[in-house]
């Protein structure tokens, strides 16, 4: 009987995760209590970035008179903090319609260097209105603060002067005396009737000699909450501690194979897969500068983004050796157990098996998509999951957004290198049960995301390993490259999502072509294949259905 072209049952699982997807999607948006912040079109920026930084320029002119030469870098920030508090206690809507318009929880941050004076300014612009509601400026050799232990009149006049130019009247707050929670030179006014819940809005000010330098609104959230997300990122924490301490001994395995079996291993394969790896994760690196700018201190934000940039590309050449170590050592404990997990370019069906590959992957994908976000669902409205932006990700913060969906071909080439070609090689070498071999390899993995702005940080982990048992099934079945292009697939629709998102014309049409990127991607390679390489394989084919353990008695890996 002839073998049909593509797996109906592949397909049924497409059009239900498509379904699950758009139906949980849609319900979502009806149910007021649901904890994930919107991505409606009014919470996208209405003015560009550089109307930003002309507001932003001219009001540090007027106050504070610039020089002539000075720069501006808009960067696009967030309150974290501020919108887990009302995602966690439900007070998100509310906030939205009494406060955002005044004190938005996502704004553009101006950064303005002026080199002559030695100065550097941090301009909070609100980008739907171009109003400014906060400022910090900070010098290379700034004067001492004064002492606000007991403010004098004069000190206080200066305050209530900077308060009413904000748009604030003075007598609606309150000095607190709490200004040693704020740093020396600071003032903290606590507003006598606005607050969301148990956070009162409170007016930062920062005074240097008989100005204002700095001046930020604030809603303090209660010191109960904070000390329960700090217990939450010291799981994250430890959990990608543990993720990457495991990694690194599977790394190490990995090594000592490659040594002890030297004459065995051919060097070239993996060597392709490994350098676009590097070369993608570089070039991503350079791309999110103006996101490692983000994470600056009171003085200018280059010194710490160029630390950022080295610091990474330094761990991706480390990275980059263990995805090759895990390449060559996975492969050779696979082709010890009679199965070629991937088929190379000089292999006669590797352009039908990558086209197979993209197709397949594509399919899973697809019903993965609807998974997770049946998992996010049931997560936010009974477990209390929830998220918040984080704009040291952001597409916002990148030279060129467009570029960003790149980055899925490097999480699916290393992450499944290591957790599933050879992590399952060598937990079935530990454990000899398929199960085990899956599962164990799919926490670890899933340790290693919990650092991700979701909470509680447990959700992530049991979200993150059903999905690796998943790729996990589609490895063993069906080999590495569809378990690539599964990957692949997946996050290049998530990533073009997010590109579309942003609104602009050319960004929809950008994000709009990663969708289908992976299938484009497979199709090329498949057709430049039958066109350039007609030698005979090297290795068989890999197995439809390979069986990870060969010993009499076995039988296949079942649905996980």
Not at 239 to 260: K, P, Q
Not at 387 to 404: E, Q, R
């Amino acid at each position: 009987m002839p073998k049909r072209r593509f797996e109906p049952p592949l397909l049924l699982l497409a059009v239900l995760g498509l379904m699950l997807y758009l139906g949980v999607t849609f319900a979502s948006a009806y149910l007021d209590k649901t904890r994930l912040p919107k991505d409606d079109a009014e919470d996208l920026p209405v003015v560009t970035k550089q109307q930003a930084a002309n507001a932003a320029m001219s009001f540090v002119r007027n106050r504070f008179a610039i020089g002539p030469g000075a720069q501006a870098h808009t960067l696009y920030q967030s309150y974290p903090v501020r919108n887990g508090y009302l995602l966690k206690e439900q007070l998100y809507d509310q906030y939205k319609k009494k406060y955002e318009g005044r004190f938005p929880l996502e704004y553009f941050e101006v950064e303005i260097n002026d080199i002559e004076k030695g100065a550097t300014y941090y301009v909070a612009v609100n980008y739907k209105t171009l109003a400014i509601f906060g400022f910090s400026m900070s010098r290379t050799a700034t004067a001492r603060s004064e002492s606000v232990s007991s403010p004098d009149a004069g000190l206080l006049k200066t305050a209530n002067t900077a308060i009413r130019e904000m748009g604030y009247d003075p007598a609606e707050f309150a000095l607190t005396g709490e200004s040693g929670r704020a740093g020396n030179g600071s003032l903290i006014f606590r507003s006598k009737t606005e607050r969301i819940g148990e956070a009162p809005l409170e007016l930062h000010l920062k005074v240097s000699g008989s100005r204002v330098t700095a001046f930020e609104p604030v809603f303090t959230v209660p010191d109960a909450f904070m000390a329960w997300q700090e217990a939450q990122d010291r799981r994250s924490a430890l959990m990608t501690r543990i993720s990457i301490g495991i990694s690194l001994v599977m790394t190490l395995a990995a090594l000592i194979l490659v040594v002890r079996r030297r004459r065995d291993i051919r060097y070239a394969r993996g060597a392709l897969l490994t350098f676009f790896f590097v070369a993608i994760y570089i070039v991503n690196n350079f791309n999110m500068i103006p996101a490692f700018r983000t994470m600056h201190g009171s003085g200018p934000s280059w010194p710490v983004a160029l630390f950022y940039l080295w610091f990474t590309n330094i761990v991706v050449g480390l990275m980059a050796l263990s995805t090759y170590l895990a390449l060559s050592a996975g492969r050779r404990l696979w082709l010890d157990r009679g199965w070629n997990p991937w088929p190379v370019w000089r292999d006669s069906v590797f352009g039908g098996e990558v086209w197979k590959a993209a197709v397949r992957g594509y399919f899973i994908c697809l019903f993965i998509l609807g998974l997770q976000q049946t998992m996010f669902f049931i997560g936010t409205e009974v477990f209390g999951v929830w998220t918040v932006s984080d704009p040291a990700d952001s597409v916002y913060n990148m030279t060129y957004p467009g570029l960003f969906p790149l980055m899925a071909w490097v999480a699916s080439i290393s992450e499944e290198a290591v957790y599933r070609l050879l992590g399952i090689a060598l937990m079935l070498k530990l454990t000899r049960s398929r199960f085990l071999a899956v599962l164990l390899p799919s926490v670890i993995w899933a340790m290693s995301h919990t650092q991700y702005p979701i909470y509680p940080v447990y959700t992530r982990l049991v979200e993150v390993t059903v999905i690796g048992l998943i790729f996990g099934y589609v490895f063993l079945k069906y080999g590495l490259l569809t378990a690539l292009f599964t990957h692949a697939s997946m996050n290049s629709i998530l990533m073009g999502l997010s590109i579309m998102f942003v609104g602009e014309p050319e960004q929809v049409a950008i994000g709009a072509a990663y969708l289908a990127a992976p299938l484009a991607i497979g199709r090329v390679l498949s057709l430049l294949h039958a066109g350039f390489n007609r030698r005979p394989p090297s290795f068989p084919p890999p197995n439809p259905s390979p069986d990870p353990n060969p010993h009499p008695g076995s039988g296949h890996l079942t649905p996980l």
